[in-house]
């Protein structure tokens, strides 16, 4: 699992601190306990997102006060909620670049594509160079966060580029995206184009910030360890080698050459990609057994109940039932307060 170092932590409060609130304050908010004051002190995605939420709340800006103009806090759950009421990945994108156009002079979005890959950019007016960077990264991951929550699973990404030189994902995965971290003048992600015409399998609940926030966890807990290949484009529906080849532009032995490592080779990690779908689209969708097996490939849903079962030990039913997070007592009490804290958006 990933971690924030303590200077990242330092830097998303910056404006909060500036305006006069506690970092301590914040940080016994978030139930982060920090030990050495420096880099050795990490924390986990949960306490992130709880940190973002109780800085906007706190400041009243979802812009955490880095930005030349605010952002009223309830904006940030209108998104999510517009995010959902388009027909496609790129109208949900377009929807929502142009209500953040709409609403904050400071931040602007770019979506662009060229031949067969589309570029996700964002730009931010701040006092100084520093604040605009850090929330551009945070924008990013929050844009990121909108299309996961659109498709109701992962996205797979080729690439991201920041304007920090001194990144500490630089070389690595993106802490927040999962894919590679490259140097650049535009913060951006890419992905392929083809994404774009990828219809939503989500719908809003009662509370949409611990939805998206959840389904983010999700994707940055349990797959940490198959990020760096090309096994979570399943969840995408690319589950033939031919396809994910396709896709990432690449032959199918240099595929082939990628999984070698992996436990199964493409076979099962095709497999464990099918089960993440599923329990994924079991535990966020109210769609049918049925609809989701047609959904993920199976002509006959007695053939994905068989393969599900012996899969997980579970029935897609039992499966359902299960809460999506088996946490530790120390992570529980962060996703219990998420679940309060996320709530104050809708109010």
């Known amino acids: 699992m990933w971690k924030l170092p303590y200077s990242w932590l330092r830097r998303e409060t910056a404006g909060a601190v500036r305006q006069g609130l506690s970092f ?19 924390i986990g995605p949960a ?6 939420m109780n800085t906007v709340l706190a400041l009243q800006d979802s812009a955490h006060g880095l930005a030349s103009a605010s952002i009223v806090p309830r904006h940030s759950e209108l998104s999510l ?15 929502v670049t142009g209500f953040y156009h709409s609403v904050c002079s400071a931040v602007r979005f770019n979506l662009q594509s060229k031949d067969d890959m589309t570029t996700l950019s964002i730009m931010v007016d701040a006092p100084n160079t520093e604040d605009a960077i850090q929330l551009e990264e945070i924008y ?29 994902n630089m070389g ?15 913060t951006s992600f890419r992905f392929a184009r083809n994404l774009l015409g990828a219809r939503s399998v989500n719908r809003a609940g009662d509370n949409p910030h611990l939805e998206a926030a959840l389904l983010w966890l999700d994707f940055v807990q349990g797959e940490a360890a198959e990020k760096s290949s090309i096994v979570y484009l399943g969840e995408q529906g690319f589950t033939r080698l031919k ?13 082939r050459r990628r999984l070698q ?3 199964g080779g493409f076979r099962g990690a095709r497999e ?6 599923a329990t994924r689209m079991l535990i966020s969708s109210e769609e049918s057994v049925e609809a989701i097996s047609a959904e993920l490939g199976y002509a006959d849903a007695r053939n994905f109940r068989r393969f599900f079962k012996n899969a997980t030990g579970l029935t897609p039913q039992q499966a359902r039932a299960r809460s999506r997070h088996v946490a530790s007592v120390g992570e529980q009490r962060v996703l219990d307060k998420l679940a309060i804290v996320s709530a104050r958006f809708n109010s």
């Open 24 to 42: 301590d304050y914040l940080m016994s908010e978030s139930h982060i306990d920090l030990q050495y004051g420096d880099d050795r002190d990490v």
């Open 172 to 186: 690595q995965l993106h802490f927040g995206i999962g894919a590679p971290v490259r140097y650049g003048p535009v």
């Open 81 to 95: 909620r517009i995010a959902l009421g388009s027909a496609t990945l790129e109208a949900s994108i377009n929807s």
């Open 243 to 255: 396809d994910i080849a396709e896709e990432r532009g690449v032959s199918r032995s240099t595929i």
């Open 272 to 277: 464990r990609a099918l089960v993440k779908a």
């Open 261 to 263: 490592s992996v436990d």
């Open 47 to 52: 306490q992130a997102v709880l940190l973002c």
């Open 140 to 168: 990013l991951t929050w844009l990121f966060m909108h299309c996961i929550y659109f498709l109701g699973r992962s996205m797979p990404i080729i690439d991201v580029m920041v304007r920090d030189p001194a990144h500490f």
